[in-house]
């Protein structure tokens, strides 16, 4: 286990003396043609750059995505943005017991008793066929990778059981829709909520960072969760083919638009409120953790975020 100062914790000026994951390692030139390696170093917190200027040939092929280094170091700040200068930098030894896994972030909320909310939750289902879909998925190799895999590779919920966390949330939204509005399934919108993100347990690989496994690229997890869907619903007895269509409408449409890569949009009550459920679970997650994570100490706003063309108010009310 690691004991030290998170990244984002350090200021400009204060000294680096930590074991910290490569996340990207690559060899560049100067103006002036002098080579140099710039490297993306990471904790669970934060991930900063750095560069190796001189006498760097001998560790540079070693500093590959996933090796772990010792620096020491300072902060500095270049052009308004935290970075490492480094002092010294070696391989982690053997002996020191430190792994990849180290430095992944983690959910705040413990996964057992989210696992005991998820099961908590399948036995409320009224309709027996749904209650046995969920039981049949929600179980060995399929619920060991749901529990640990994020729910995204670094926008919302991008940390250890990362998705379990989204979903639980996702049902929450749901249910609280289905009390205002009688006119939607429940048990239906509910096992949508549930199953609409199960295919980024093989699209998402979280072995030494979070990444798009092979699989995940050439599918996308919409498609691997329809087949997981079809491939159990096939081994229930009877179950309704109407029944079996709205559930995977749900997964295909959760996405909402077809600029989102959703194939179809949404064409039910309850496809309609998974999408806006999942959209206000995604986007709290990441507004929350671009605020947490930003660098800007000296600035009530965040730096502008391109991917939602804004910057966010960082400070907090206190009337």
């Known amino acids: ?54 006498n760097f040939e001998s560790i540079s092929r070693h500093l590959v995505p996933g090796e772990i280094v010792k620096i020491e170091g300072k902060i500095e700040d270049f052009q308004g943005t935290p970075q490492i200068r480094i002092d010294s930098i070696r391989l982690k030894k053997k002996s020191e017991n430190i792994t990849a896994v180290d430095f992944l972030p983690r959910s705040e909320k413990d996964v057992e008793e989210m696992k005991t909310e998820l099961f ?42 990362g998705l379990i966390e989204h979903t639980l949330e996702i049902v929450k939204i749901c249910d609280l829709s289905a009390d205002f509005h009688n006119e939607i399934n429940r048990d239906l919108l509910v096992c949508g909520a549930m199953l609409h993100d199960i295919g980024k347990i093989e699209e998402l690989s979280s072995e030494i960072s979070f990444d798009y496994t092979d699989k995940g690229r050439l599918l996308g997890h919409i498609i691997i969760a329809t087949l997981l869907i079809d491939k159990t619903i096939s081994q229930i007895s009877n179950f309704p083919p109407l029944l079996k269509d709205m559930i995977l409408h749900l997964v295909l449409s959760h996405q909402g638009k077809h600029e989102y890569a959703t194939p179809v949009v949404p064409k039910t009550l309850e496809a309609i409120t998974l999408y806006q459920a ?42």
Do not use: C
């Open 120 to 161: 908590n939750r399948i036995n409320k289902i009224n309709n027996n066929y749904i209650k046995q879909l969920l039981t049949l998925i929600f179980s060995g190799k399929t619920l060991e990778l749901f529990s640990l895999v994020p729910a995204g590779k670094s926008w919302h919920h991008a940390y250890i059981h």
């Open 1 to 54: 286990m690691l004991n030290q100062i998170e990244l984002i914790k350090l200021k400009k000026g204060d000294e680096v003396n930590h074991f910290l994951l490569v996340k990207k390692s690559e060899e560049k030139l100067t103006k002036s043609n002098k080579a140099y390696v710039n490297l993306e170093l990471a904790d669970k917190s934060n991930s900063l750059i750095a560069n190796l200027w001189d």
């Open 278 to 319: 999942d959209e206000l679970s995604a986007k709290m997650n990441a507004y929350k953790y671009a605020i947490r994570s930003d660098t800007k100490a000296d600035s009530n706003w965040t730096k502008f975020i391109p991917l939602i063309s804004t910057e966010l108010f960082k400070l907090k009310p206190d009337f």
